[in-house]
């Protein structure tokens, strides 16, 4: 079973930052946040990751809650093409990837 | 550019054949790549575990006859459907770990059985 919370849509205007929310309250200490998105018809892409600190690429940030227990991916600027499921999974380096649902974010026009 | 390739994107097949789906890790090595599998409107459900060299380990409710995997080496794993049916169409998408790095997956493989 998927250890993380995620609310299943979420709407966002182009040019915006999109805020997605991830819950993850039963997180162990050596359990590593990572996002991936799938745009429809492709296989999952990696967005980022971490384990305490907050982390920046050129894609998004990822802020992580003092206690762990949650998260938030953060995509500055979103762009229509940034239209896709996202996921929150948390693992332990080398375990498998459990996919939940995720949440499906619409950039609107 | 992509570090995991797959192969074929789409495929059609008659009901009762079998459909072999190819895994490559283009630029590295990999002791073990994953296989999943997606219904419409669903997550990613983990098929199996394919690990270089040795027999896969699959997933609870998982057929290991229907659906065989080879991971003959460190940058090839294939998947092959046997006797499919419609009921086995889906999206099929591999990845594949590198050391060191986030788990890279294929672009998956659209299955459509008739």
């Known amino acids: 079973d998927a250890k993380t919370t995620q609310p299943p849509s979420m709407d966002c205007a182009e040019g915006r930052a999109a805020n997605l929310p991830c819950n993850h309250s039963t997180i162990s200490g050596n359990e590593y946040v990572y996002w991936y998105r799938q745009i429809h018809s492709q296989g999952p892409q990696y967005i980022i990751h971490g384990l305490k600190n907050n982390e920046t690429n050129e894609m998004a940030s990822l802020i992580i809650t003092e206690d762990r227990k949650s998260s938030t991916l953060i995509l500055p600027h979103a762009t229509l093409r940034d239209t896709a499921v996202y996921y929150c999974?948390?693992?332990?380096?080398?375990?498998?990837?459990?996919f939940g649902p995720g949440t499906r974010l619409s950039v609107l026009p | 550019g992509a570090v995991v390739s797959q192969h074929p994107s789409r495929v059609i097949c008659k009901s009762g054949t079998s459909v072999k789906i190819e895994c490559r890790s283009l630029?590295?090595?990999?002791?073990?790549m994953f296989w999943y599998r997606q219904f419409p409107k669903q997550s990613l459900m983990l098929m199996a575990t394919?690990?270089?060299?040795?027999?896969?380990?699959?997933e609870q409710g998982v057929e290991k006859d229907k659906f065989l995997i080879n991971h003959a080496s460190l940058t090839l794993s294939t998947l092959t459907v046997t006797s499919a049916h419609p009921e086995d169409s889906s999206f099929y998408i591999c990845?594949?770990?590198?050391?060191?790095?986030?788990?890279?997956f294929g672009n998956g493989t659209r299955l459509t059985v008739t």
């Open positions: 999974i948390v693992r332990v380096d080398g375990q498998n990837f459990v």
């Open positions: 394919s690990n270089e060299g040795s027999k896969a380990t699959y």
């Open positions: 990845s594949a770990r590198e050391a060191g790095r986030p788990l890279h």
């Open positions: 630029d590295f090595q990999a002791t073990t």
